[in-house]
């Protein structure tokens, strides 16, 4: 497709409206991600030779570059109340001064949930030198526990992963340091001043701080932050209290300047050998199945069904039986995630009990302690003892990767290791969730340092956190027009097709074993119940529908691949992809993760002279969703591809199948 061509199709389908007998379609934001407004665009700033964008919903400050070296991935002010959740700020008043060399900006902030409001204000500057200052003021309007007020930094992975560094400590010591390449369990750096490498240094003022590596929640950057975790938490502010703090980076001098080669096309290369075979994909269980709903789950070709039990409370026996008649109607075993108590005999022995009452087809099972404590070897010997010696077992953390990487379990006691993936821990914006994606391989290849040869399985991977493990009190009952807080209203959006392309890559590539998304109905789904969601509840999905993500396991399922070809993005946060290949036959996805349409070409990849191209767009994903049996059956696009490979057009936020 050429430009013109690509341009003529996307003012096509602005002009076009739905048939007059068809149900109306969503709001384009609605199948975007998920909301009934758009998000407003990003503010370009330029300090100097630095480039850098400015969210004003957000209040970050993002992707401070030079030239295409990202030098910082973004600053900015969190509030977080005593259970780590982070109040969202309310940005307003907002002026801008800028010229050819520099810039002044100015905001307010409000962050306000329940008891908590501190009101902050925000001051930016960048200069022709190359200095960027980030200051902000704050005071509570009420008093109310914290466990963290102010500046966080992020330098991003990809670009300080294993490279030297200085720091400065706030007694004015320097040492010599390195970013870790593998994922460190604890804090790289204490004490924090000031941090620099060959091309900026970032100093702080106002507070103490500290680095963590944020790979071990899957975000894809190291996190300078304070207060000092040393320090106990949570904190009482009062009503009043005042806040002051600035981070400033300074690009190093004599550092040539720098400008982007931006290219309007990205490109995705495909590599030249396998990466390894497809995982093995899996779903957790959802809403009741019905009829339908299990027709259209076999569709996907799924390895196994997840179920959680605890022996010993209420639930169990149904939920096990359940889970049975559910695994046997779809046709693939259970992969059963085990919560167990410190002492766990009589719970084992009920499940032995129940097991061969119901006797389901089990082909692993998770064992994790339901107080999240270390496991021991002796622990998981009662466990293997009582499921019988050819159950092969798993263990390491039921939450995220900085669990298992800080309390690793006795590897020569399983036979797989296993921990979770979610990708908003610390920000739940679009762009963090782009960006965290290709943290997801990084936890494999550290897990591997450790797991003795076992392989590893995910489970499971959620849009949100399933639940809090730090929390110190219980969770709060949603109100009648709010979601739960383990419900992301993107989960039934073309958005988060597209995050789902791009994490079956950096798990497929990195070679797990197996991986479990989402669950198979509902909220947290693959498809929507035949009822629906409570009106109230705001939740953008059709009674009876499937979601886009649906789609793009079908892709994967279908297709029967035999292996996983490693494929680069020269623009990994608009644009990821996933390559796979049976036989002589080949199979890519492409996600466009952005707000803008891309123009895309595929290189490396033996297509031949023609493929098929089919779209999960703003065109394609209304149908997609009410009837997708019949999206399914259609083939997409003949297109010949060129010289130089086969170049696409991508609407905002749409999934490509090519193949």
């Not at 899996?282 to 069904?305: E, I, N, Y």
């Not at 009920?350 to 107080?371: C, F, I, T």
């Not at 993760?593 to 023609?610: D, F, H, K, M, N």
């Not at 089919?614 to 083939?635: G, H, I, N, V």
Request: a positive charge; hydrophobic letters at 40%.
């Amino acid at each position: 497709m050429t430009r013109r061509e690509a341009l003529a199709l996307a003012a096509g389908l602005a002009a076009a409206g739905p048939a007059a007998s068809q149900p109306r379609p969503p709001a384009k934001t609605t199948l975007y991600y998920g909301a009934d407004t758009a998000l407003p665009e990003p503010l370009v700033l330029r300090a100097g030779p630095l480039s850098m964008l400015f969210e004003p919903h957000t209040g970050y400050l993002r992707y401070i570059r030079l030239g295409e070296r990202e030098l910082v991935r973004a600053v900015y002010s969190a509030v977080r109340d005593r259970d780590w959740d982070t109040i969202q700020p309310r940005i307003h008043n907002l002026k801008l001064e800028s010229t050819e060399a520099g810039f002044e900006l100015r905001f307010d902030a409000e962050c306000k949930r329940r008891e908590i409001d501190f009101f902050w204000s925000g001051a930016i500057s960048g200069a022709a030198d190359g200095t960027v200052r980030f200051a902000m003021s704050g005071k509570a309007r009420s008093t109310f526990w914290r466990n963290r007020i102010g500046f966080c930094v992020l330098h991003p992975i990809r670009e300080y992963a294993g490279r030297p560094c200085l720091v400065e400590t706030t007694g004015g010591a320097r040492t010599p340091g390195v970013f870790p390449r593998s994922i460190s369990p604890h804090q790289p750096f204490f004490d924090l001043r000031a941090i620099s490498d060959d091309f900026a240094e970032v100093r702080f003022e106002g507070e103490v701080f500290e680095m963590e590596d944020q790979r071990n929640w899957t975000d894809a950057s190291y996190k300078t932050y304070c207060t000092p975790l040393r320090i106990p938490y949570p904190v009482e502010v009062k009503a009043g209290a005042a806040i002051t703090q600035a981070v400033t980076v300074r690009l190093k001098a004599g550092i040539p300047a720098a400008r982007s080669a931006e290219s309007p096309v990205v490109t995705v290369q495909v590599g030249a050998a396998a990466a390894g075979p497809v995982p093995r994909l899996g779903l957790g269980m959802g809403q009741p199945l019905t009829p339908p709903d299990v027709q259209r789950l076999r569709a996907l070709k799924l390895s196994h069904l997840r179920v959680d039990l605890r022996p010993g409370t209420a639930g169990f026996a149904p939920a096990l039986r359940r889970a049975a008649a559910e695994s046997k109607a779809l046709g693939i075993p259970l992969e059963a995630a085990l919560f167990l108590s410190d002492a766990p005999e009589s719970e084992l022995k009920a499940l032995v009990q129940e097991l061969a009452a119901v006797k389901p087809a089990v082909a692993v099972w998770l064992v994790h302690r339901a107080d999240a404590k270390p496991l021991s070897a002796a622990w998981l010997q009662t466990v293997r003892r009582s499921l019988g010696p050819g159950t092969p077992i798993a263990a390491g953390a039921d939450t995220s990767f900085v669990e298992v990487n800080r309390a690793r379990p006795p590897v020569e006691a399983i036979d797989r290791l296993c921990y979770s993936i979610n990708p908003q821990v610390h920000a739940i914006d679009i762009a963090t969730l782009a960006e965290n994606l290709e943290a997801q391989r990084d936890t494999v290849l550290s897990a591997r340092q450790f797991a003795g040869g076992r392989p590893i399985m995910i489970s499971p991977v959620t849009l949100k956190l399933r639940y809090n493990p730090n929390a110190t009190q219980p969770p709060k009952e949603p109100a009648p027009d709010e979601l739960p807080a383990n419900v992301d209203v993107r989960q039934a959006s073309l958005f988060g097709a597209g995050w789902t392309v791009g994490s079956l890559k950096y798990l497929a590539e990195s070679g797990v074993h197996s991986a479990t998304y989402y669950e198979t109905t509902g909220w947290r789904g693959v498809m929507e119940t035949a009822t629906g969601s409570p009106p109230a509840a705001r939740f953008p999905s059709i009674p009876g529908a499937v979601f886009p993500l649906y789609h793009v396991l079908a892709d994967v399922g279908e297709f029967g691949g035999e292996s996983v070809w490693p494929s680069a993005s020269s623009a990994p946060l608009q644009v990821e992809s996933l390559a796979l290949r049976s036989g002589n036959r080949w199979r890519i996805l492409l996600a466009n993760l952005s707000a803008r349409p891309q123009i895309v070409r595929v290189t490396g990849a033996e297509l031949g002279g023609s493929a098929r191209v089919k779209r999960l767009d703003e065109s394609s994903a209304d149908a997609a969703m009410r009837q997708p049996e019949r999206f399914r059956a259609e083939t997409g696009l003949l297109m010949e591809t060129g010289k130089g490979g086969l170049e696409l057009f991508l609407l905002p936020y749409a999934v490509l199948r090519v193949g």
